[in-house]
């Protein structure tokens, strides 16, 4: 609710899309609401560091300002802008379009609210609160009194507290900040001068604990989201992504896996162009394996990353990038990453942070995953929270797999993991589905998604026929088919189907395609693993509008 309620004031007030947003926040503050409402808006989110100085406030401004002439607006807290912007001569004012204070201290009472509303100086949206716009400029102006030709800056108060926020405080902040930031900080080599840039739409744990050391080493922090939109793709994202490094120059950027990969999608060495070849969207899998040879735990890359990252490459894609910072969660829970850090200037690659380490190698066949999970158990390589096992009838939440091979990991075709963590083999029921004569093809699956989702190409001679009994008018296959009495129809079979063979998940998403999934007769002669991805990839619009920027 804070989230939406914020980004509804920020586009009133004109943030869009390219704008910068400067955040000047302690980090006993709840950003996260703050942090979504920014990127929602499309705008970028340039975090100062918690020890700034006045002129590490200023420079982000001027730099916001001069990006597009377009006044930023400032996130802080009452009493820090002031410290933070003293005085300066009229020659450096910079145009602040907004101020907004985020209130998190005492002077709330328990519901949330400003103790004495009528004494607080501020505009504040559904509060109630009636003041002057000339006091709140008083206040609000970070150049005391140097106030730009506009005739006002409006000012918003976001409360956040609450059991919501305070939850996030004690269980994020004490878990991640406290006892990992000022680690990834020594490993990542984060000093006052680094400038770390971040591509992530939504909140992170890894990228959370990146943003926490970046604040306790003094370094900036900037995080843009990389699509708008249901219907633009990784092509929109990496040349968002692209423009905005090209315009902050950072020494650290921490890239997701497939905008990583599409960085490098034209690199031709033999490793790269087979894999860019077999997949659309490359992925960097980050994990551990223990050497042959000795009893070291090394960390390894994903071949991509070893073979594309050459000098001239550098040069070519991250001028002036003195480290990427990666994270891999293959399969993996919630508590299961590990970050790693490439040193650009060596070329050498470590794991920076462990959060357990998820490692499940190349399912590729029904049935394969309680086979590999046994042979895991005979040759003693399945760990559950680093300690061995001996039964492999444990939860898929709990695995944790150190394997002493590398290589290729790819997703399975018939396998699908759910948010609780458990497997599910989505054939059963496709093929129970095709017995209904409705039902010309279907397709489900979920990989690693929240919610199994359904495409379903319906018979039209059978589609006339449900359309005569549920008394519809006559029309063409494409109109019937998203008339609400077919769709509810048709995912009531599918719900049927489903909690028949796989009844672990309901399908939520559904869609009626107006032909044959798998008519194309290159689909068909693929194997089973590409043809999933040449499915996902040809219905990719559809999917991105249930996932929106998640897919």
Same mark, same amino acid.
Request: net charge neutral.
């Given at each position: ?10 586009? +009133? ?116 609160? #009636? ?13 005391? !009194? ?23 405080? =004690? ?20 000093? $006052? ?56 120059? @950072? #020494? ?34 980050? !994990? ?23 000098? @001239? ?19 993996? +829970? ?72 590398? !290589? ?14 458990? =497997? ?31 495409? =379903?190409?319906?018979?039209?001679? $059978? ?11 006559? +029309? ?76």
């Amino acid at each position: 609710l804070i989230a939406r309620r914020f980004a509804a004031y920020l586009a +009133s007030i004109g943030v869009e899309d390219g704008d910068e947003v400067v955040v000047d926040l302690p980090p006993f503050v709840d950003v996260f609401s703050i942090w979504t409402a920014i990127l929602y808006c499309g705008a970028i989110a340039v975090f100062l560091p918690i020890d700034r100085t006045r002129k590490d406030a200023v420079d982000a401004l001027r730099r916001a300002y001069e990006k597009d002439k377009r006044a930023p607006v400032i996130v802080t807290m009452r009493g820090r802008i002031d410290e933070c912007h003293a005085s300066m001569g009229d020659e450096n004012v910079v145009p602040i379009r907004a101020v907004v204070y985020v209130d998190d201290s005492d002077d709330l009472d328990d519901a949330g609210m400003a103790r004495d509303r009528s004494a607080t100086p501020c505009v504040q949206d559904e509060q109630g609160a #009636t003041t002057s716009f000339e006091r709140a400029i008083e206040l609000c102006d970070p150049f005391s !009194g140097n106030v730009h030709a506009s005739a006002a800056i409006p000012v918003a108060i976001v409360y956040t507290q609450g059991t919501h926020a305070s939850i996030r405080r =004690v269980e994020i902040y004490n878990a991640i900040i406290d006892s990992q930031a000022s680690e990834i900080a020594e490993g990542l080599k984060l000093t $006052e001068e680094s400038s770390v840039f971040c591509d992530f739409p939504s909140i992170h744990t890894t990228m959370l604990a990146t943003w926490a050391a970046a604040m306790l080493a003094g370094a900036s922090f900037s995080i843009v989201r990389p699509t708008l939109g249901a219907n633009r793709g990784i092509k929109n994202g990496y040349e968002r992504i692209a423009k905005a490094m090209e315009w902050f120059k @950072p #020494t650290h950027a921490f890239l997701r896996p497939h905008i990583l990969g599409a960085f490098m999608r034209d690199i031709r060495t033999p490793n790269v162009g087979r894999l860019r070849d077999k997949w659309r969207f490359l992925s960097l899998n980050i !994990g551990k394996f223990k050497s042959r040879n000795t009893n070291k735990v090394l960390s390894w890359s994903y071949p991509l990353l070893r073979t594309a990252f050459t000098r @001239p490459i550098k040069e070519k894609f991250f001028p002036g990038v003195e480290a990427i910072i990666s994270y891999g969660n293959h399969f993996a +829970s919630k508590d299961a990453e590990v970050l790693e850090f490439l040193d650009l200037r060596s070329f050498n690659a470590y794991t920076v942070a462990e959060y357990g380490v998820v490692h499940l190698h190349e399912f590729k066949a029904q049935g394969s995953f309680l086979k590999s999970i046994e042979s895991k158990v005979k040759n003693g390589n399945l760990f559950v929270r680093h300690k061995k096992v001996t039964s492999p009838f444990v939860d898929m939440q709990d695995l944790v797999f150190e394997d002493d091979r590398c !290589g290729l990991c790819t997703r399975p075709h018939a396998i699908v993991e759910l948010a609780t963590g458990r =497997v599910v083999d989505t054939s059963p029921v496709r093929d129970a589905l095709k017995r209904h004569a409705i039902i010309d093809d279907a397709f489900i699956f979920g990989a690693g998604k929240p919610f199994l989702t359904a495409l =379903v190409y319906l018979n039209p001679g $059978e589609l006339e026929s449900l359309a005569l009994r549920l008394k519809l008018p006559s +029309s063409s296959f494409d109109v019937l088919a998203q008339t609400p009495a077919v769709y509810e129809y048709v995912l009531n079979l599918v719900q049927s189907c489903n909690q028949t063979r796989a009844p672990y998940e309901a399908v939520q998403k559904m869609a009626i395609v107006p032909s044959r999934i798998d008519e194309d007769p290159q689909i068909l002669t693929l194997s089973k693993t590409p043809r999933m991805m040449s499915i996902l990839m040809r219905y990719a619009h559809i999917l991105q509008s249930f996932y929106d920027d998640n897919f």
